[in-house]
C-alpha cells in the first residue's frame, strides 16, 4: 500500500501544528523525491549513514528530527551536504524534517515518547499554558540516584 507524497506531507504537518512554529529550520518536506510513499524509514538526524540504510531498505522517504537548511548554516550545496542530497535525488527518496514541532507534539514527540520509554510521567510543558511548549517537566515514580537513573537510560536507550 502506499500513499501520495503531498497527502502525507499535508497530513503530517497539519498534525504537528507546522504552521504556529518560527524554527531554525524548514519543517516539512525538504527535498523531494518520488509521487508516492510504500516505505518510510525515520531516524533523529540525516546523517549519511540513515540515508545509506534508507537506500538498502529501499524506502521512498526518510523522516528526521533534524533535517537540513538550518539558520545560519553555509548555505551552498557543496561536501557533505552535497553529497547526501545527490544521494536522496539519485533514489528518488524524499526528505521530510519536524524539529520543534515534534519537540512539542504531546503525543508523537519526541521528548513524551523518550519519557516513555524511561517511565517518567509527564506532568505538563515548561512553559505552563503554552500548547507549543517545547519541552516538558515530569516524575518517576519513587526517588532514585543519579547514577541509577544513568544506569536505567543506558538500559533502556
Known amino acids: 500500500m502506499s500513499v501520495s507524497l503531498s497527502t502525507l506531507i499535508a497530513y503530517t504537518d497539519e498534525v504537528l501544528s507546522v504552521s504556529k512554529f518560527k524554527d531554525y529550520c ?4 525538504q527535498v523531494e523525491g518520488g509521487r508516492e510513499v510504500s516505505k518510510l524509514v525515520s531516524g533523529v538526524t540525516a546523517c549519511q549513514a540513515l540515508i545509506d540504510a534508507a537506500i538498502d531498505a529501499e524506502a521512498d522517504m526518510i523522516l528526521v528530527h533534524h533535517g537540513y537548511f538550518w539558520k545560519g548554516e553555509a548555505e551552498p550545496i557543496i561536501g557533505l551536504k552535497r553529497n547526501r542530497i545527490k544521494a536522496l535525488l539519485e533514489k528518488d527518496i524524499s ?3 519536524y524539529h520543534l514541532p515534534l519537540d512539542a507534539h504531546p ?6 515518547q523518550l519519557a516513555a520509554q524511561l517511565g517518567i510521567e509527564i506532568e505538563g510543558g515548561m512553559d505552563p499554558g503554552n500548547p507549543l511548549s517545547i519541552g516538558n517537566t515530569g516524575s518517576i515514580s519513587r526517588p532514585v540516584t543519579a547514577e541509577s537513573f544513568a544506569a536505567h537510560c543506558a538500559r533502556v536507550l
Open 107 to 112: 503525543v508523537w514527540g519526541n521528548n513524551v
Open 26 to 29: 524548514p519543517n516539512g518536506l
Open 95 to 97: 526528505l521530510v524534517a
